[in-house]
């Protein structure tokens, strides 16, 4: 332990690495430093809260870069936000330490303020001590009154829709922690950025509001993500296996029933699963395209209760389930 990590105390902490992270707000009456922040909701809106914890060896390799562990602990509760078509502004940050090493400390903060610099998001207070690490951060956001997405909502005949591509983050840890390899560096940068650096899909969620039916964030994989919004909606779901969007990297790096496993099961794609009605697709798919997001139907909700699966117009059971702490 170096003198400055053996010297640097709670709140040297708190103000060398924190303090700052968001720049100045307007709606900031009170930030980082007293016991409680002060935040100005603008009218006619209502709050939108989420809350995540990540745990070394649970949610991320412990010997994970810093800087992708702040990326991380931020995008994740913006990815719920996104869900929700809410527009994020202020976050809180709880941090369990094994040690304070300040090396270790400016990249995870670096991390973190770097995408909340990109969705102009002000941290305004939390709490570090010393254990595990564990990264508990919430992130807390307003949508105008009435037109927040939701799971529930959808009705039967709404076609089931995801952006992005799926299984790309499982190929990504399976590379970071060693259980795959590949001798293609193109691919295992693009699959690990995917796992280490997920991108929150905030202007999409907002742009959907009015048009999708219902919406969720995929943290846990379709396969464990989907039941939850159908069961919401009162409905059962129906999805084709064969029209599940792959990026060319997974399918340049893993067998096409790795591929689609990962899809299924694997989680941390932080993708959004929507609920749409036919007639709102189009529209729905432009403002996709205008962001430069890909947008796949890949089933309906449907009268009834549950969830079926098609692969080349026969059913298919899932090997995948979806991730469940749990289990």
């Known amino acids: 332990m170096g003198r ?27 930030g980082v430093g007293d016991d409680a922040a002060l935040l100005r909701m603008p009218a006619d809106t209502e709050l939108a809260a989420a809350v995540d914890t ?13 800087r992708s562990i702040g990326h991380r602990a931020l995008a994740v509760n913006l990815s719920d936000l996104a869900a929700m078509g809410a527009t994020p502004a202020w976050a809180t940050l709880a941090l369990t330490l094994p040690a304070a090493d300040p090396d270790w400390l400016e990249r995870f903060a670096g991390g973190f303020a770097q995408l909340a610099n990109a969705y102009g998001v002000a941290l305004v207070g939390g709490d570090t001590t010393a254990g595990p690490l564990t990264i508990s951060v919430q992130v807390m956001g307003h949508v105008a009154r009435g037109t927040a997405l939701r799971r529930g909502g959808a009705q039967a005949g709404d076609l ?12 990504g840890l ?15 940068r693009e699959l690990r950025q995917r796992f280490e650096y997920p991108t929150p899909r905030v202007e999409f969620g907002a742009a959907a509001r009015g048009i999708a039916s219902a919406a969720m964030d995929l943290s846990d994989g379709l396969a464990g993500d989907l039941p939850k919004l159908a069961g919401a909606s009162g409905l059962a779901a129906h999805v084709d296996v064969d029209r599940l969007p792959l990026s060319h990297a997974l399918q340049a790096f893993a067998s096409p029933q790795q591929a689609r496993d990962w899809a299924l099961g694997a989680g941390d794609d932080y993708e959004l699963l929507l609920a749409v009605p036919p007639r709102g697709y189009a529209e729905l798919a432009s403002l996709a ?23 080349h117009g026969a059913k ?11 289990r």
């Open 174 to 188: 399976a590379l970071a922690t060693g259980s795959h390899t590949t001798s293609d560096g193109a691919v295992a």
């Open 54 to 66: 990540l745990v070394a060896g649970r949610h991320f390799p412990p010997d994970s870069d810093a």
């Open 289 to 311: 395209a205008k962001l430069d997001l890909r947008l796949t139907p890949v089933g309906e909700l449907r009268r009834g209760t549950g969830v079926s699966w098609a692969s």
């Open 316 to 326: 298919f059971t899932p090997q995948a389930h979806g991730y469940d702490h749990f």
């Open 160 to 171: 089931l829709a995801v952006t992005g591509t799926l299984g790309d983050a499982g190929a």
């Open 4 to 30: 400055e990590q053996a010297h640097l105390g709670e709140f040297d902490l708190i103000r060398r690495y924190f303090s700052r992270i968001g720049g100045a707000r307007s709606d900031v009456v009170l």
